[in-house]
């Protein structure tokens, strides 16, 4: 158990709708990352808070967006869902912003679009 | 742009034999590599990193060696075992920042 929770664990859902995937990080740890893995692929890096506020984006699609809130947990949200946004959604959390910081994996969210 | 690859999407074993991983980039500013291991329903669990600074890392049964050269690092996991089995990620983070570029993964199976 690496301390980091999601909610959901699974979601199906219908394209064009919208969905609101949960992280809740590590006791301690300010930084939340959210990592995307669709069938096959490696995980593709989304966006990373630090202590409330944005601090580096990845691929992230314009359709999605994330924050963090005062109490440090994140929601990732996803709308106007298509059918390729099918994928694991992982958040990890570290104490840190820094590269060296460890970067500890919640069990991922699996979203279902059809 | 996949500046982390895994070439080899599966690898067998033997129990007790040795598991070599094999990981290339491309970004020849990646100075940090780390080696994630993933269960089915579980989230990556990091395993072991290497500095740049460094050709050879070892933790108990892992050792990670890193050919900047060739940037080519592989994961060496000796005696193997059937708990070893999961999927291994290579991973580096962007260059100034945290968040970390994936490979594709390789999936163990050791045969007991």
């Known amino acids: 158990d690496s301390g980091v929770t999601q909610t959901p664990k699974h979601l199906i859902t219908a394209t064009g709708q919208r969905v609101t995937l949960r992280c809740s990080p590590r006791s301690g740890d300010l930084s939340v990352y959210w990592y995307q893995q669709s069938l096959d692929q490696g995980l593709q890096f989304l966006i990373q808070?630090?202590?409330?506020?944005?601090?580096a984006k990845g691929n992230i699609l314009e359709r999605f967006s994330a924050q963090q809130f005062p109490d440090l947990h994140s929601e990732l949200n996803l709308s106007s869902l298509e059918l390729g946004d099918s994928a694991l959604y992982f958040c990890?959390?570290?104490?840190?912003?820094?590269?060296?910081?460890?970067?500890?994996f919640g069990p991922g969210t699996r979203l279902t679009v059809t | 742009d996949q500046q982390v690859k895994q070439n080899s999407p599966s690898l067998s074993v033997q129990e007790g034999r040795i598991s070599i991983l094999n990981c290339d980039y491309t970004?020849?500013?990646?100075?940090?590599f780390l080696w994630y291991k993933k269960y089915p329903a579980e989230g990556p669990t990091f395993l072991i990193s290497i500095s740049s600074i460094k050709d050879k890392n070892e933790d108990g049964r892992f050792t990670v060696f890193l050919n900047k050269s060739a940037k080519h690092l592989s994961l060496h996991i000796v005696p193997s075992q059937p708990g070893d089995s999961a999927v291994y990620f290579c991973a580096a983070p962007r260059t100034g920042a945290n968040n970390l570029f994936f490979g594709t993964g390789t999936r163990l199976t050791v045969i007991p």
């Open positions: 808070y630090y202590n409330g506020e944005e601090r």
């Open positions: 990890a959390s570290s104490r840190g912003s820094g590269a060296f910081y460890e970067q500890y």
């Open positions: 970004n020849s500013m990646f100075d940090y």
